[in-house]
Every structure is written in structure tokens, then in C-alpha cells.
């Protein structure tokens, strides 16, 4: 089913009025801003505004105005589920009902929290995590922190909170810290200035920055003084942060430091001050925490910590339903067993299997380790990975040579657990799966 036919079908269904459905087709259809779109439709300002308002009306998205458009997308997408199965399996594979123009693809690519991929349409939960971070998120001032390696499923998380805060009618902000460029993560007055723009950006709030940014204050001090008076201050409505790869700002300490120390200073405030009770955070990041921060200014050892697992078979077999594949019992098993649960590997086997049905998935496992395998592309990254590293690439062969647990220097460990290419049993760590013993023993066996 094609974006247009979702939306004219959404339109319908809801009884938007013609005028009223040529304003929803054009402003959700096109990557056009709105004043693009009130030229288009040879509209004024006002015009548009009431027959948006009585689209928000109509499909019920109430609240203030900031965010409503993003609020009514998240809507329209968890509606879209619904019509899909309805859909041939032929057509979801030709949109998967994750627009890949207009506003959808729009927000995006500038960094929104509008995630649209068809992996975010069949995310299956890891109990009890998804209902502790719920319940998290409903209290004052809350911080959650969200580790695991790369490519474990942590956006698609943080995705899946940030719909729940959209349920609730709160506001919301998704932050990625690997978009802005080098040069503003490393120096602080430009990353804290790029940090309250993005999240007016996010918002859909006019930029203040020059009015309420005084160079009388400190850099930590304006950055709190834009979210408070200005960000929070906006609506009764409570507001969720998240940020995306924190771990981008550890290699720049001084940037590290003060905007970690932030983080901990709002979250503390929040648990005591009315007019930051508003305020929650959630942090997300691969790697351990090695910057040298005061353990009181710390956000890393406050809040809820969430560690997320690999899949379990059972959750292998949800993700298989919710793709409409039919697989063996001893499939799903053999799946999970090489490639150790891992949600992004078992994601991507499950997914060329509905767009190519006529390959097996024992014909696809038996190439998984291989150049011209499936996972060719990640595995070689990986490998590149730890050719930059001669210490981690001794430390791997080590893990690759015994076949068994080892021990290695605790640095050892934790980057190569970052990378997510090994898993820890007790002290000691193993290959993770084994795809990655296979691919790595014989890359090895060539140096």
C-alpha cells in the first residue's frame, strides 16, 4: 500500500472534509515546510491553520499546538499496523507502510524522533524492560540510562518511549549526538547552543536563543536558564529528552564532563523543584563511560539503568509471526543459536527472507560467516574496526583461538563488548555468536 492510498484512506475513514483533506494530503504527503504548502494551496496563514485544526480535531490530537503535526504522524503510523494487514505481502514490501518521502522522511533525516523504518512497526518487547522504562517515564523528573552495544536495538527503544510519551500527550525530542560535526562536539558553547536549537527545532518552538542567552552567565547556566524559562516553561505539558549516543561526546572531556554534569544537575532539580518536575531524560550509549567525571556530578550512577538482552527464541519466533513468515521451530532455534540472539542480525536474516521467499534459511545460515554472505558488509566494518586497534585485535585472536571463555584486561573486555562482538560470563568473555567465531577465525587465519 502506497503512502497516498494510507493517507486518502485515513482521510476517509476519519471524515476529513475536501478542504480539509487537501490540507492533511499536502502538509503529511510533501517535504514541504508551511509556507511551501500554503503557496501550493493558494491559502493564507489562517485559512490553513483552521483546516488543520479541524484535522487535529478529527483523529483527536489535542494538547498545545507545538508537536501536534509529529503526534498526529505517530498516530497515522500506528494506524497504518492496522491497514497492513489488510495489504498483500507484495505491497508491504514495496512500502512497508515507512514513507520514505515527505514529512516522514523529512523528519528524519534532521534528526526528529520520527524513526520510520519497518523495523520500528514490528518491535518486539524484552520484558520487563519496555514496562519498567513506561512506568519510568510517568514519574517526575526521571532518568533513564540505556546501554548495550551497537546495532542491540537501543534507537528502536528509545523510539518506542518516545511514542509512549506521545500517547500520554506529552511533549517530546529525539536528539542523536552522532549528527552534529566535529567541530561543535568538541567545543562547548557551540555543542550547548546546537543542543537548545535542535530541541526548539524538535519542538516546533521559534528559536530564542539571543533573547534569553547572556553572556553575563555561564555557558552551563544559559543552557539551563533556555530549558527552563524558555523549553519547559512553554507548556504544563510534562517533556521527554532523548539522547541518542552519548557516548560521541566521551573523547572530548571538557564537553563530556560539564554537559554529563548537566544532565545529573536538571534530573536532581527536577526531584525537587515544581517547574522542572516536567522534565524527563533518557540516555542511550554503546560504550562504557570512561571519562574521569565526580561521581556527584555523574549521570551515570542515578536514575534506572537498562541493560538490554538478546533475543530470546521465543522472541525470535514473535519477530517471525509479526513478519508473517512461516519458520520451523528448529529454524528459529538454529537462528538463534548462530547468531546469538542478535536482534539486528535476526532482523535482517527474517527480512530477506520475506523479500526473497524462495531462499531458505539453511541456505542463508551456511553462507552467514562469508564474504558473500548476508552479513558480509558488517562483519568486514567490524574487522576494519579492529585492525585501527592493535590491542584489540591481539586480544580477539586471543578469544578467537581458545574457542572458550578468557580472560582478558578489563579495557580489553569492555571495548570489545562495545563493539558487541563478544558477550561477558562472569570475568571472562567468549566470541558472541557463532557467526562472529567463524568469520573472525578465518580472517585470522590469513594475517
Same mark, same amino acid.
Given at each position: 500500500?502506497q503512502?497516498?492510498?494510507?493517507?486518502?484512506?485515513?482521510?476517509?475513514k476519519?471524515?476529513?472534509?475536501?478542504?480539509?483533506t487537501?490540507?492533511?494530503?499536502?502538509?503529511?504527503?510533501?517535504?514541504?515546510?508551511?509556507?511551501?504548502?500554503?503557496?501550493?494551496?493558494?491559502?493564507?496563514?489562517?485559512?490553513?491553520?483552521?483546516?488543520?485544526?479541524?484535522?487535529?480535531?478529527?483523529?483527536?490530537?489535542?494538547?498545545?499546538?507545538?508537536?501536534?503535526?509529529?503526534?498526529?504522524?505517530?498516530?497515522?503510523?500506528?494506524?497504518?499496523?492496522k491497514?497492513?494487514?489488510?495489504?498483500?505481502?507484495?505491497?508491504?514490501?514495496?512500502? $512497508?507502510?515507512?514513507?520514505?518521502?515527505? %514529512?516522514?522522511?523529512? !523528519?528524519q533525516? /534532521?534528526g526528529?524522533h520520527? +524513526? #520510520?523504518?519497518?523495523?520500528?512497526l514490528?518491535?518486539?518487547?524484552?520484558?520487563?524492560?519496555?514496562?519498567?522504562?513506561?512506568?519510568?517515564?510517568?514519574?517526575?523528573?526521571?532518568?533513564?540510562?540505556?546501554?548495550?552495544?551497537r546495532?542491540?536495538?537501543?534507537?528502536?527503544l528509545?523510539?518506542?518511549?518516545?511514542?509512549?510519551?506521545?500517547?500520554?500527550?506529552?511533549?517530546s525530542?529525539?536528539?542523536?549526538?552522532?549528527?552534529p560535526?566535529?567541530?561543535?562536539?568538541?567545543?562547548?558553547?557551540?555543542?550547548?547552543?546546537?543542543?537548545c536549537?535542535?530541541?526548539?527545532q524538535?519542538?516546533?518552538?521559534?528559536?530564542?536563543?539571543?533573547?534569553?542567552?547572556?553572556?553575563?552567565?555561564g555557558?552551563? $547556566?544559559?543552557?539551563?536558564?533556555?530549558? %527552563?524559562?524558555?523549553? !519547559?516553561?512553554? /507548556?504544563?505539558?510534562?517533556? +521527554? #529528552?532523548?539522547?541518542?549516543?552519548?557516548?560521541?561526546l566521551?573523547?572530548y572531556?571538557?564537553?563530556?564532563?560539564?554537559?554529563?554534569?548537566?544532565?545529573?544537575?536538571w534530573?536532581?532539580?527536577?526531584?525537587?523543584?515544581?517547574?522542572w518536575?516536567?522534565?524527563r531524560?533518557?540516555?542511550?550509549?554503546?560504550?562504557?563511560?570512561?571519562?574521569?567525571?565526580?561521581?556527584?556530578?555523574?549521570?551515570?550512577?542515578?536514575?534506572?539503568?537498562?541493560?538490554?538482552?538478546?533475543?530470546?527464541?521465543?522472541?525470535?519466533?514473535?519477530?517471525?509471526?509479526?513478519?508473517?513468515?512461516?519458520?520451523?521451530?528448529?529454524?528459529?532455534?538454529?537462528?538463534?543459536?548462530?547468531?546469538?540472539?542478535?536482534p539486528?542480525?535476526?532482523?535482517?536474516?527474517?527480512?530477506l527472507?520475506?523479500?526473497?521467499?524462495?531462499? /531458505?534459511?539453511?541456505?542463508? +545460515?551456511?553462507?552467514?560467516?562469508?564474504?558473500?554472505?548476508?552479513?558480509?558488509?558488517?562483519?568486514?566494518?567490524?574487522?576494519?574496526?579492529?585492525?585501527?586497534?592493535?590491542?584489540?585485535?591481539?586480544?580477539?585472536?586471543?578469544?578467537?583461538?581458545?574457542?572458550?571463555?578468557?580472560?582478558?584486561?578489563?579495557?580489553?573486555?569492555?571495548?570489545?563488548?562495545?563493539?558487541?562482538?563478544?558477550?561477558?560470563q562472569?570475568?571472562?568473555?567468549?566470541?558472541?555468536?557463532d557467526i562472529?567465531?567463524?568469520?573472525?577465525?578465518?580472517?585470522?587465519?590469513?594475517?
Amino acid at each position: 500500500m502506497q503512502i497516498n492510498q494510507m493517507l486518502t484512506e485515513m482521510a476517509r475513514k476519519y471524515n476529513l472534509s475536501p478542504p480539509e483533506t487537501e490540507a492533511f494530503l499536502a502538509w503529511f504527503e510533501s517535504d514541504m515546510n508551511q509556507e511551501q504548502v500554503i503557496q501550493k494551496l493558494n491559502l493564507s496563514l489562517s485559512s490553513f491553520t483552521a483546516r488543520m485544526s479541524g484535522v487535529y480535531r478529527k483523529f483527536s490530537i489535542g494538547g498545545d499546538s507545538p508537536g501536534k503535526s509529529k503526534r498526529l504522524l505517530h498516530f497515522l503510523l500506528r494506524e497504518g499496523v492496522k491497514l497492513k494487514a489488510t495489504a498483500t505481502l507484495e505491497d508491504n514490501e514495496n512500502s $512497508d507502510l515507512a514513507p520514505t518521502n515527505g %514529512k516522514a522522511d523529512k !523528519l528524519q533525516n /534532521s534528526g526528529s524522533h520520527q +524513526l #520510520i523504518e519497518p523495523k520500528v512497526l514490528y518491535y518486539v518487547e524484552r520484558p520487563p524492560t519496555e514496562a519498567l522504562c513506561r512506568e519510568a517515564i510517568l514519574q517526575p523528573g526521571a532518568l533513564i540510562r540505556v546501554k548495550a552495544p551497537r546495532q542491540r536495538g537501543k534507537t528502536l527503544l528509545l523510539t518506542t518511549m518516545l511514542d509512549y510519551a506521545d500517547r500520554q500527550g506529552y511533549r517530546s525530542a529525539y536528539l542523536n549526538l552522532r549528527l552534529p560535526e566535529v567541530e561543535i562536539v568538541q567545543n562547548l558553547e557551540r555543542f550547548l547552543r546546537w543542543f537548545c536549537l535542535s530541541l526548539s527545532q524538535q519542538l516546533e518552538l521559534p528559536h530564542q536563543l539571543n533573547e534569553y542567552w547572556d553572556e553575563s552567565f555561564g555557558l552551563n $547556566d544559559n543552557c539551563t536558564i533556555y530549558l %527552563k524559562d524558555y523549553l !519547559l516553561a512553554t /507548556s504544563e505539558q510534562p517533556l +521527554l #529528552i532523548c539522547l541518542d549516543n552519548v557516548d560521541r561526546l566521551f573523547p572530548y572531556s571538557i564537553v563530556a564532563q560539564e554537559f554529563l554534569g548537566l544532565l545529573r544537575t536538571w534530573r536532581e532539580t527536577a526531584q525537587v523543584f515544581k517547574d522542572w518536575a516536567k522534565l524527563r531524560l533518557i540516555v542511550a550509549h554503546s560504550t562504557e563511560v570512561y571519562v574521569p567525571l565526580d561521581v556527584k556530578r555523574s549521570p551515570f550512577n542515578v536514575g534506572m539503568p537498562v541493560q538490554l538482552s538478546e533475543f530470546t527464541q521465543t522472541q525470535v519466533a514473535e519477530l517471525a509471526q509479526n513478519l508473517q513468515l512461516s519458520i520451523t521451530t528448529s529454524d528459529i532455534e538454529q537462528l538463534t543459536q548462530t547468531a546469538g540472539g542478535h536482534p539486528w542480525m535476526v532482523y535482517q536474516a527474517f527480512m530477506l527472507l520475506r523479500t526473497e521467499p524462495q531462499r /531458505s534459511l539453511q541456505e542463508l +545460515l551456511r553462507s552467514a560467516a562469508t564474504e558473500s554472505g548476508l552479513y558480509s558488509n558488517h562483519l568486514r566494518n567490524l574487522w576494519a574496526e579492529l585492525q585501527e586497534s592493535s590491542d584489540l585485535l591481539i586480544a580477539m585472536q586471543a578469544v578467537i583461538d581458545q574457542k572458550k571463555a578468557v580472560q582478558l584486561k578489563p579495557e580489553q573486555a569492555y571495548r570489545l563488548d562495545s563493539l558487541g562482538i563478544v558477550r561477558w560470563q562472569g570475568n571472562t568473555v567468549v566470541a558472541f555468536c557463532d557467526i562472529y567465531q567463524q568469520y573472525f577465525h578465518y580472517r585470522f587465519s590469513t594475517l
